[in-house]
Nanobody
Framework: QVQLQESGPGLVNPSQTLSLTCTVSGGSALTTYYWWSWIRQPPGKGLEWIGYITSSGSPYYSPSLKSRTSISRDTSKNQVTLQMSSVTPEDTAVYYC????????????WGQGTQVTVSS
């Protein structure tokens, strides 16, 4: 069974870069079965898809976040990383790592989520 664990700083200053890591266990970050995704939920709002990285290492991003978002993976550590630059308080949210099962076209495993607050 795949397990996902997000980690990173809980507080980021405005205009700085947010950096989060998702550690994958119980599976390989290289598998062709999953695309590794980042999703967030701002307070009082619904889930917002940020982007994912495919099994071939190609990233895809939400158009609204594309200009300042980067998703990469470190296969030696079985980790997927999210970086988001020029953050504002509107980026305050719980950030989730999730596995998108490509054949079934659905998300099946989620991390517990990590709270990120953008504030000075």
């Amino acid at each position: 069974q795949v397990q996902l664990q997000e980690s990173g700083p809980g507080l980021v200053n405005p205009s700085q870069t947010l950096s989060l890591t998702c550690t994958v266990s119980g599976g390989s970050a290289l598998t062709t079965y999953y695309w590794w995704s980042w999703i967030r939920q701002p307070p009082g709002k619904g889930l917002e898809w940020i982007g994912y990285i495919t099994s071939s290492g190609s990233p895809y991003y939400s158009p609204s976040l594309k200009s300042r978002t980067s998703i990469s993976r470190d296969t030696s550590k079985n980790q997927v990383t999210l970086q988001m630059s020029s953050v504002t308080p509107e980026d305050t949210a719980v950030y989730y790592c999730a596995s998108y099962a490509v054949p079934r076209k659905e998300y099946d495993y989620w991390g517990q989520g990590t709270q990120v607050t953008v504030s000075s």
